[in-house]
């Protein structure tokens, strides 16, 4: 029976199984993988059934398959982990887990921990399993399996920034719930010695060693894409070897954790990776994904389900209430998690205030899936465990993994009704009619149009708009009288369709080529910011997320760093392009929002709504205008450069029209169609690389610029170069603190920076320099300094001040003076 023929049987009669499931889970309104647990027990019964049913027969023989299926535990970590991981980290935001990557770290882990600690705790103390059985165990059930919670909270609509919450929390806990199962495994079987205090160490080494192993990795494959010239599946094929590669080379020869590798290796190609392989890839990897983390999470699930009949069998009562303890215990640590820790966050300003009854949905959807279930196989198929063992990890794995799936799956739903949560609110609700009319009403417009235009009677054109007459008839009622809504509602609803209309706006952008894709990115993620604080704190929420959008982001924020203590300024310049070129767009698009504005939500929600919502896109205008003068004082030819390529884009686009048209129409062949495209390739070849901006001015070259060191002669201005630092700030940022101790001085070779002096700030600019007064005095600094614009500053530390000026009277003196002045007004 061991010919591959029949596990390949075997393996397609499961994955034919599955492929009734999705469908069936939607009938029934329960998550998939409450069903998969039912479907893979009764298999489980069928199984052990099959000596009453005839033999040589089709079914006996699949099911005798299954009976003698035999994959070792490794194959249960190695085969199929790398897919569960990779696919999910892939499917993440990265930008988005990183705006909320404190929070998300703190519960990732801490919760890890908690559990660990309160589940082995208890159960060592109830029972006779020693301590480390027992945290394994409280390891292994670690593990969250976001799916239904997401799939419930995309539903009923709740804020994105939750749903991101508990999607990077349970990939992070998987991460840290395997390299501490891994390492607790390793004591127990292994016979590796427990040291507690060494045991956090080499935890630490792990995780990070594995991040950097898959971050190093998920570079370079990045960097691999491009040579692949575009081949859809030779990228996706890459993506592939990367996931179980990154796990293997991490565990195998680095010895690092295998799991942080591959989540980190998937992040890397998720985020930056994206940019790098070919449009058309994107989509299809996600398809590919999808497709594999759907094999491997069904068919650990119906595997690992098909054993339940056994354990339960020879389950003691003894064992079932070590089950309800487990049950208890991992509520427990769930509960002071989210019930603790995360409004402590809160509390801290670092994670956003999360309903209570939100919360309840986090703790109570907190089931445990594939991940839990392919662990404790691992354990059960391990040679090394003993009995007793494989039986506790066995019997309380399944036995907990089926209680949250059958308590707590199946009554989320019901949870979720109870406390309200799926009933749309007014403002959805007004929000809902709206936007149905207003899309009605443009279908109607655009039916009769062509209608006409084609020639078409008018009864027939009739017999198509009369289906719309009832939405276009509330519509009317919706205009005689704002609705149901207050005026504040309306607001609401109105910056959300706005918000909306701006989101389709930079889609079609993007799919026209005309805004390339990490900006859109930003541009949308920023937008669905914008709606969502306008829904739940209407126009004061709006404005705050808008001067939220204006932030730096911690990229930038990271390269400014590296650029001032290691010389490193890639990552500066790239996020600078970036900004630009987002603002840039931005900037065309709430142009765009000011008509529609005026022409579609005016009718629709009146006029003094109108104009309220008219002010705030005019605001939030006048702030990317004032941002973008700053960069392009600092960088004009790259904000020529930038508008250029727009309207290169565009034109590129006309041109891609007119070509389709032209082939549509047969007017051109199809070879001359693709000599055209060709040629307008070439022709638009850098439209689509990233800009090139240059920030890598050297000491050299600033200190030109400021008219101190302009006169010396060269070789003097040669010599103060290698003293001086060159360094960038962002405007408010704040470079010098009073009351600080002063290590150094700041000349300004382009920009401007303000001396904030109670009741008269002093702006300085190109040339002047501050911070003089502490390393002269040995005073402490008496006034901030904070930066206007895009500054560049060139740093001279104390020691080298001492010397330059001992070396130089005549800069002595001109310093000196320069002071002398100042502190004089001090005193004044
Ligand atoms: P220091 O005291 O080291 O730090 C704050 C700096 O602000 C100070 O040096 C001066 O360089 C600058 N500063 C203080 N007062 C004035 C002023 N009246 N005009 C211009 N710059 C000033």
């Given at each position: ?195 507690w205090g060494g045991l956090i160490v080499d935890f630490l080494v792990k995780f990070l060693g594995g991040a950097l192993v898959g971050a190093a990795m998920g570079i370079g494959v990045c960097y691999l894409f491009p040579l692949l010239k575009g081949f859809v599946s030779a990228e996706i094929t890459l993506t592939v070897a990367l996931a179980y590669l990154s796990f293997f080379v991490g565990e195998h020869y680095f010895h690092v954790s295998g799991v942080v590798a591959c989540v980190l290796a998937a992040l890397v190609v998720g985020s930056f990776g994206r940019t790098r392989m070919s449009p058309r890839t994107h989509e299809q990897m996600e398809g590919a994904w999808g497709q594999l983390g759907f094999w491997a999470n069904s068919l650990i699930f119906l595997l690992a389900a ?67 279930l392919a662990l404790a196989l691992a354990v059960v198929e391990d040679p090394r465990a003993t009995d007793t063992l494989r039986d506790f990890i066995a019997t309380g794995v399944t036995g907990f993994v089926l209680m949250t799936l059958f308590i707590n799956g199946t009554t989320l739903r019901l949870i979720i009704h109870w406390l309200k949560l799926d009933r749309l609110s007014v403002l959805d609700r007004g929000l809902r009619d709206r936007a149905l009319s207003l899309a009605v009403e443009e279908i109607d417009d655009e039916v009769r149009t062509i209608g006409r235009r084609e020639g078409l009677e008018a009864t027939a054109i009739q017999a198509v708009t009369a289906r719309y007459a009832p939405q276009l008839a509330q519509l009317r009622k919706l205009r005689e009288r704002q ?346």
């Amino acid at each position: 029976m061991h010919n591959i023929g029949f596990i390949v049987f075997g393996i397609t009669g499961l994955l034919a199984l599955t492929s009734l499931l999705p469908g069936m889970a939607v009938r029934l309104k329960l998550p998939y993988s409450v069903l998969l647990a039912v479907a893979g027990s009764a298999l489980g019964l069928l199984v052990a059934a099959r000596s009453y049913m005839p033999e040589g027969v089709m079914a006996t023989d699949f099911l005798t398959t299954l009976a003698d299926f035999h994959i070792s535990s490794e194959a249960f970590l190695v085969l199929f982990l790398p897919t569960l991981l990779f696919e999910s980290a892939l499917a993440i935001d990265v930008r988005r887990m990183m705006n909320d990557i404190a929070p998300i770290l703190v519960m990732a882990v801490i919760a890890v921990v908690v559990c660990m600690l309160v589940v082995g705790f208890t159960l060592s103390s109830l029972s006779d399993f020693g301590l480390i059985a027992c945290l394994m165990l409280g390891a292994i059930v670690a593990t969250t399996d976001p799916a239904a919670v997401i799939g419930i909270f995309r539903e009923i609509g709740a804020p994105k920034r939750l749903t991101m919450l508990v999607e990077g929390e349970s990939l992070l806990n998987d991460a840290a719930a395997i390299a501490l199962f891994s390492m607790l495994a390793g004591m127990l079987l292994g016979g590796e010695e427990a040291a507690w205090g060494g045991l956090i160490v080499d935890f630490l080494v792990k995780f990070l060693g594995g991040a950097l192993v898959g971050a190093a990795m998920g570079i370079g494959v990045c960097y691999l894409f491009p040579l692949l010239k575009g081949f859809v599946s030779a990228e996706i094929t890459l993506t592939v070897a990367l996931a179980y590669l990154s796990f293997f080379v991490g565990e195998h020869y680095f010895h690092v954790s295998g799991v942080v590798a591959c989540v980190l290796a998937a992040l890397v190609v998720g985020s930056f990776g994206r940019t790098r392989m070919s449009p058309r890839t994107h989509e299809q990897m996600e398809g590919a994904w999808g497709q594999l983390g759907f094999w491997a999470n069904s068919l650990i699930f119906l595997l690992a389900a098909m054993l339940v009949p056994e354990i339960l069998r020879g389950t003691t009562w003894m064992e079932v209430s070590l089950i309800l303890v487990l049950y208890c215990a991992a509520l427990l640590a769930r509960l002071v998690v989210v019930g603790g820790l995360l409004p402590l966050l809160t509390a801290i300003g670092v994670a956003e205030h999360v309903d209570n009854r939100m919360k309840l949905v986090v703790m109570w959807g907190g089931m445990r899936g594939a991940i839990s279930l392919a662990l404790a196989l691992a354990v059960v198929e391990d040679p090394r465990a003993t009995d007793t063992l494989r039986d506790f990890i066995a019997t309380g794995v399944t036995g907990f993994v089926l209680m949250t799936l059958f308590i707590n799956g199946t009554t989320l739903r019901l949870i979720i009704h109870w406390l309200k949560l799926d009933r749309l609110s007014v403002l959805d609700r007004g929000l809902r009619d709206r936007a149905l009319s207003l899309a009605v009403e443009e279908i109607d417009d655009e039916v009769r149009t062509i209608g006409r235009r084609e020639g078409l009677e008018a009864t027939a054109i009739q017999a198509v708009t009369a289906r719309y007459a009832p939405q276009l008839a509330q519509l009317r009622k919706l205009r005689e009288r704002q609705g149901d809504l207050m005026l504040d509602e309306l607001l609401c609803v109105g910056l959300a369709m706005l918000s909306a209309q701006e989101e389709v706006r930079y889609f079609e952008n993007f799919k026209d080529g005309i805004m390339p894709r990490r900006v859109v990115a930003t541009l949308l993620t920023d937008t669905g910011r914008l709606r969502e604080a306008a829904l739940s704190d209407g126009r004061v929420g709006y404005q705050s997320a808008a001067r939220q959008t204006m932030r730096h982001d911690w990229r930038m924020k990271l390269g400014i760093w590296l650029n001032h203590r290691l010389g490193f300024d890639r990552l500066l310049a790239a996020s600078l392009a970036e900004r630009f070129e987002t603002l840039l767009n931005r900037r065309l698009i709430l142009e765009e929002m000011l008509n529609f504005s005026r022409e579609r939500l005016t009718p629709l929600l009146g006029e003094e709504t109108a104009i309220e919502i008219r002010d705030l896109i005019l605001e939030r205008g006048s702030a990317v205008d004032e941002a973008l003068s700053a960069l392009r004082l600092q960088y004009p030819d790259f904000a020529r450069e930038l508008q250029s390529r727009y309207l290169g884009r565009i034109a590129r686009q006309m041109e891609t029209e007119r070509y389709d048209e032209w082939k549509e129409r047969a007017i051109v062949g199809g070879e001359v169609a693709d000599a055209l495209s060709h040629d307008r390739d070439l022709r638009w070849a850098d439209l689509d690389r990233a800009g090139q901006l240059d920030v890598a001015l050297s000491a050299t070259e600033l200190v030109e610029r400021v008219p101190l060191f302009a006169k010396l002669p060269p070789d003097k201005r040669a010599a103060i170069a290698r003293l001086l630092k060159p360094r960038m700030t962002l405007p408010g940022d704040g470079i010098v603190r009073r009351g600080q101790r002063g290590d150094a001085m700041f000349f300004i070779a382009s920009g401007a920076a303000v001396v904030l002096i109670p009741g008269k700030p002093v702006e300085l600019g190109s040339g002047e320099f501050f911070g003089e007064l502490a390393l002269l005095t040995g005073q402490p600094r008496n006034a901030d300094v904070v930066s206007l614009g895009y500054c560049r500053l060139l740093e001279l530390e104390s020691r080298d001040f001492q010397n330059l000026l001992a070396g130089d009277p005549e800069m002595k003196r001109a310093i000196e003076a320069v002071a002398a002045g100042r502190m004089a007004r001090h005193r004044d």
